[in-house]
């Protein structure tokens, strides 16, 4: 995938700092790598501690609890995240490491089969959903359902209001853990103690929101934007088959060019200046991940690709106390991608391609997909 023109290098380079209007809140956009990495760092002064308000836009309308560990602070949020951890521990298992090696072949023999294949629905989706069912130690049969919601997971319910299909799924899941106790994740959490007491049921429903919410959009845009750049540069595919070691530090420049989830939000408590800007007490600002990865002040010509870029100190997993939980499991799926391309892949030819764009008001960057139909051609 082509970069597209970095919407916030003006802005970057002048003042640090764009502000955009959400939801008629208007947010500071926290813009420069350093600047960034402070704020992340600053939990005090940048608060999480903030319902439904750390996602921008926020989801009110979307759950009707706080997605933990995320919507927290240290150290509640340091207790919070420890209790699921191991699960997502579990991308560093041998097991699941060769488990998801056989599905990302079996997804690839499937395109090989066919003339074409859309990849965000046919490919990225269900190998994202596949993928999960290890991840939560759960049977791969609750993929097919998760795979029928469609791309995003925040659909249309009961009344209009979005969201209701994932709670009245995890409801059933934590209702079946509390009769039936397993292995899995929502068992864990049914058994799990917080401060000497059992999770309630909002705290265990606001793990698993994040785990659904967080984890899916994210992975699948980062599979179809590899796979197209993949077919848009074939030189890359043969630069990595030369050197398959590369593939890890492809992996890390990929996921620095892409940086599927644009920025977060945090609240300050109390009245603060931002590069200059006034926040008042409970305002929001943005830290724009995707902003900091194409610093030209860290990042020597970061509109360029550049598969063996060393150091790579990218935000796209963000930084600090809140750091991705769910790296470890984005950085399996995507090196196990890049080493079967390496092996099987001859080529890959786009046939038709439907940039996703994220349009706010003083912005618009491409993120991912809406649909991108490939053909792959295994290797002779």
Known sequence: MTPSPDPFREARQSTGLLTCPFQGEN???ILRHEAVRKAARDWQTYSSDAPFRVPIPSEEEFRRMRQLPIETNPPEHTAYR???????????????????ESLVDAALTDAFSRSQLEIVREFALPLQSRALTLLLNVPMSEADLWIRWGVHVFRDGEAGRKGVALENYLSARFDQAEAQPGADFFSALTQATYQGRCLTRDERMGFANLTFAGGRDTIIHTISSVLAHLASHPADLDFLRQ???RIVHASEEFFRVISPLTHIGRVCPQATGVEGHAVPADGRVSLCWASANQ??????????VRLDRKPNPHLAFGFGPHLCI??????????????KCVERVGSLTILSAEPGVETQAVYQRIVGYDALTLRLTPRD
């Open 295 to 304: 610093d030209a002040a860290v990042f020597e010509s970061p509109e360029e």
């Open 82 to 100: 420890a209790i699921v951890e191991p699960f997502f521990r579990r991308a560093r298992d041998p097991e699941v490491i060769a488990q998801v």
């Open 27 to 29: 947010i500071p956009m």
């Open 243 to 245: 050197d398959p070691s």
């Open 326 to 339: 769910g790296a470890p499991h984005a950085r399996l799926i995507l090196r196990t991608l890049l080493q």
